[in-house]
């Protein structure tokens, strides 16, 4: 089958296609006839070499989220799933291929009417939103601040957090046409990078959800109202400073938290309901699946050179 391997480490042209031997499922897996592929920040970040410490290797297949359409099934594995189109997680790789394996746990059936790519713009990173509000405890009435909202996590965050009634929901960007776009998804205020740029913005903030880290993110805890929230889910900018958290200490009056949130956390047993729930919200029209471009897959180092260059606005996905 043909894949898409990182032949080098470093800038996308270490990207290659080649013809590489089908694995068949193992326990408890399955193997899916690939329809579409979600490229992913984390594929980026494994691609330079970042993560080479981490056990990734060069010749790997990247990729973390496909759908299609299940040909085989592993021992043990309930049958009745050939023929099924279904999401599928397939780890920290293996993705961008005409084939992938899954674990049975890690699959989610696709509701009706909703296609493979709107499927992979949104299974992962709409779930990663949602279970990241009910980390923050955000409830209805309450203000919400999403850091980074133009990434597909950003964007589930927005439209979540406006579909479950927050008084305001203000999102960080980088220019005021995309700021535009998240508006047309439930932003109510546009802030620039920095936190600023909007005169009748809320000062502080119910919730923060932080996709961006790096060396700002202890002026978002500044941003936190009296018993406020921040979660980061992502560092798309770097790690945060290593004494970023004495600025939660210095407003100790305000009782503000700040919390990690990483969806490995979520038992398989909430994780996947959600999802499926999340999908249907999708072909229902309730959510919108953004994807930035729709590519082949022979086009994976162009997809990662929009990535790169910080253009992308939802989520790129891939076609075998
Ligand atoms: N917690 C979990 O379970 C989980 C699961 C999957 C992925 N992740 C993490 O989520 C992140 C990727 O999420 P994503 O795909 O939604 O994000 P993304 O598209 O890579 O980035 C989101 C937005 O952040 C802004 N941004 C980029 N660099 C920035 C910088 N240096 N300073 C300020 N803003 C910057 C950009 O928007 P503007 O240009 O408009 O500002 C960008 O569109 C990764 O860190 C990944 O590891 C977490």
Redesign the pocket.
């Known amino acids: 089958m043909r894949a898409v391997k990182i032949e080098r480490f470093g800038d996308p042209s270490g990207l290659v296609v080649a013809e590489v031997d089908e694995a068949p499922p193992g326990p408890g897996e399955v193997l899916v006839a690939v329809e579409a592929i979600g490229v ?3 594929d980026a ?1 494994i691609r330079r070499g970042t993560l080479s410490g981490f056990g990734f290797e060069e010749g790997l297949i990247p990729g973390s989220e496909v759908a299609g359409t299940v040909t085989t099934v592993g021992p043990d594995v309930d049958p009745t799933w050939v023929g099924r189109r279904l999401w599928a997680f397939t780890g920290t790789s293996g993705g961008y291929a005409e084939q992938a394996v899954a674990r049975v746990e890690d699959i989610t059936a696709l509701p009706d009417g909703l296609s493979a790519a709107d499927a992979v713009t949104v299974g ?2 709409a779930t ?1 939103a949602h279970f ?1 509000l009910v980390h923050a405890h955000f409830a209805p009435g309450e203000s919400v601040l999403v850091r ?7 964007i589930a965050v927005v439209e979540l957090a406006a579909r479950g009634g927050a008084s305001a929901v203000a999102v ?4 005021p046409q ?1 700021g535009e776009r998240l508006r047309e998804l439930g932003a109510t205020h546009v802030l620039d ?1 920095s936190g600023h740029g909007a005169p009748d913005a809320p000062e502080s903030y119910d919730v923060v959800i932080d ?2 880290g ?1 060396p700002a993110t202890a002026d978002f805890i500044d941003r936190l109202a009296a018993n406020g929230r921040m979660v980061i ?5 770097g790690m945060p400073p290593a004494d970023f958290g004495s600025r939660l200490l210095a407003s100790f009056q305000q009782s503000r938290s700040f919390a990690t ?4 956390t979520v038992p398989v047993a909430a994780r996947n309901p959600a999802r499926a729930e999340l999908l249907a919200s999708v072909a229902r029209g309730d959510l919108h699946a953004v994807a930035h471009d729709v590519l082949p897959l022979d086009q994976a180092a162009e997809a990662h050179r929009q ?1 790169d260059a ?1 253009t ?2 939802g ?1 790129i996905v891939l076609v075998p």
């Open positions: 992913g920040g984390v970040v992962s990173s990663v990241a980074g909202a133009a990434g597909s996590i950003g960080t960007t980088s220019s995309r990078r996709i961006v790096g889910v992502g560092v798309v900018a949130f990483s969806l490995d990535m910080g992308v606005f989520r």
